[in-house]
């Protein structure tokens, strides 16, 4: 039972299953019409940017392509819940925006009945940080694999400090809002994440690993040390 590759094999099970679920429900609206997943994230990431996106940037967020996109996106103009408007700083491009009717779709999904968050109601708070814990991790390892990019991650980011703080249910450190976290209040979509150089998320990726906070191992791994002093956030 403790056999490493049967571990994997059930956990890829579960993951499996979870999609197949999600792609036999797809997200349905209140009216009962199938909401495409590609249309609820986009319905969701634009719900957050008050200022719109360019098509580029939402295709890099989700890691489709840009003509998958283009085809989603039509048929959300088509049901008026996006707006497009030329973009001043690049005349070939186009700045995306909910509609009002758009904005009130993206307020349904936030309902906790939709999707997979019916599944996460009746998990502990302690679960559904290790759940984002495990998230972070899975996404880091598409991410080098070349399956996902343009994600706004916590562990990704260059202001996040991993184990760099001395409370034991806040571990990590975000040195852009300079205060401890746990894996709680992890985030998976972060409007103000920086993307951390290769070095610094290297480390942070070994860090955020290990079992235990650095300060209580016991295995005799070696501490990594991390800077946990504000980066000036200049670049966002």
Do not use: Y
């Not at 299953?17 to 994230?41: E, F, I, K, M, Y």
């Not at 150089?197 to 991390?226: H, V």
């Amino acid at each position: 039972m403790s056999d490493p590759s049967h571990q994997r094999e059930q956990a890829a099970a579960g993951l499996e299953q979870l999609a197949s679920l999600v792609r036999a429900q797809a997200w349905r609206s209140d009216a009962g019409a199938a909401l495409p997943p590609t249309q609820a994230q986009v319905l969701r990431m634009l719900a957050a940017a008050a200022d719109g996106l360019r098509a580029r940037q939402i295709a890099e967020r989700l890691s489709v392509s840009p003509a998958s996109l283009s085809d989603s996106l039509k048929a959300m103009e088509a049901k008026g819940w996006i707006r497009r408007r030329a973009d001043t700083e690049d005349r070939r491009a186009s700045i995306v925006r909910l509609s009002a009717a758009g904005r009130t779709q993206a307020n349904r999904l936030k309902h906790p009945a939709h999707g997979l968050a019916a599944l996460l109601q009746g998990l502990e708070s302690d679960d559904v940080g290790a759940l984002l814990r495990v998230s972070q991790l899975l996404i880091a390892q598409a991410q080098q694999q070349g399956l996902a990019t343009g994600l706004r991650t916590c562990l990704g980011c260059r202001f996040f400090r991993p184990f760099a703080s001395d409370d034991a249910a806040k571990p990590h450190f975000c040195a852009f809002i300079g205060a401890p976290f746990g894996d709680a209040e992890l985030r998976i979509d972060c409007g103000e994440q920086s993307p951390a150089e290769d070095e610094l998320l290297s480390a942070n990726r070994e860090r955020f690993r290990l079992p235990l906070p650095p300060q209580a191992e016991t295995s005799g791994r070696r501490s990594t040390a991390i800077d946990r002093r504000p980066v000036p956030p200049t670049t966002l």
